[in-house]
């Protein structure tokens, strides 16, 4: 059989383990409760510098910009969503309104006068003034036929000269033989030197090409030609 006192050793350590296990569970608990409602400075101010911390790192990594170093001494700052400048919407200008004229005299109180457009000066129309008719239209006609070709016929007329001779016998010679040819010449007289000379000429010519022609068509015939000219 134990001996009562070992027994009374071992109720004691029993009940000293339950009481020192109620103690530090007590104590456990009352320094959890003191934690959880008393608030420590230490942790408050650990925590508020975080948060001052977080909030400007959030800034900086807001507004930083890789570009920074090539913008110089003054960066330009990107502007913010809330700086967001609206272009304001100009009133539309209004229209003028086809077929009215501005109302500047109405406006002034002035009556508006209206400028009256005068009529054109018609040029008179002048009679055509027309030919008088005279007794002999025909021989008007040929006149008028005849001017216009002298305005415009050289002033010289063209002979060929086919030969000139001292005796009248001797020209009318030359005028049969050029008239057996199929040449028509005629005869005329003038004083050279204080004697008078018989000519055998074609012509008259109007113009210098018809008389080349001519001389070129008695020179192929083999006769001695001279062409004359002689003012009209």
């Given at each position: 059989?134990?001996?009562?006192?070992?027994?009374?050793?071992?109720?004691?350590?029993?009940?000293?383990?339950?009481?020192?296990?109620?103690?530090?569970?007590?104590?456990?608990?009352?320094?959890?409760?003191?934690?959880?409602?008393?608030?420590?400075?230490?942790?408050?101010?650990?925590?508020g510098q975080?948060?001052?911390?977080?909030?400007?790192?959030?800034?900086?990594?807001?507004?930083?910009?890789?570009?920074?170093?090539?913008?110089?001494?003054?960066?330009?700052?990107?502007?913010?969503?809330?700086?967001?400048?609206?272009?304001?919407?100009?009133?539309?200008?209004?229209?003028?309104?086809?077929?009215?004229?501005?109302?500047?005299?109405?406006?002034?109180?002035?009556?508006?006068?209206?400028?009256?457009?005068?009529?054109?000066?018609?040029?008179?129309a002048k009679?055509?003034?027309?030919?008088?008719?005279?007794?002999?239209?025909?021989?008007?006609?040929?006149?008028?036929?005849?001017?216009?070709?002298?305005?415009?016929?050289?002033?010289?007329?063209?002979?060929?000269?086919?030969?000139?001779?001292?005796?009248?016998?001797?020209?009318?010679?030359?005028?049969?033989?050029?008239?057996?040819?199929?040449v028509e010449?005629?005869?005329?007289?003038?004083?050279?030197?204080?004697?008078?000379?018989?000519?055998?000429?074609?012509?008259?010519?109007?113009?210098?090409?018809?008389?080349?022609?001519?001389?070129?068509?008695?020179?192929?015939?083999?006769?001695?030609?001279?062409?004359?000219?002689?003012?009209?």
């Amino acid at each position: 059989m134990e001996h009562p006192g070992k027994q009374q050793q071992r109720g004691g350590t029993f009940l000293g383990f339950v009481a020192g296990l109620v103690v530090g569970l007590g104590t456990a608990l009352a320094v959890a409760v003191y934690v959880t409602k008393v608030p420590v400075s230490f942790m408050n101010k650990v925590g508020g510098q975080t948060a001052e911390k977080d909030v400007s790192e959030a800034q900086k990594n807001k507004d930083w910009d890789p570009n920074a170093p090539l913008h110089g001494k003054n960066p330009v700052k990107p502007v913010g969503p809330a700086e967001t400048v609206m272009p304001v919407a100009a009133p539309p200008a209004s229209a003028p309104v086809a077929g009215k004229e501005p109302t500047t005299a109405k406006a002034s109180g002035k009556p508006e006068t209206k400028s009256e457009s005068k009529p054109e000066a018609k040029s008179e129309a002048k009679p055509e003034l027309k030919p008088a008719v005279t007794a002999d239209p025909l021989g008007d006609l040929a006149k008028s036929r005849t001017a216009a070709k002298d305005a415009t016929a050289e002033p010289f007329s063209y002979f060929i000269q086919l030969g000139a001779f001292r005796t009248t016998e001797d020209a009318e010679g030359q005028r049969a033989k050029l008239s057996l040819a199929g040449v028509e010449t005629k005869l005329s007289e003038r004083e050279q030197a204080g004697r008078v000379v018989y000519r055998v000429r074609t012509g008259p010519y109007d113009t210098r090409d018809s008389a080349d022609k001519a001389k070129l068509k008695l020179d192929a015939m083999g006769l001695e030609t001279a062409l004359v000219r002689v003012q009209r």
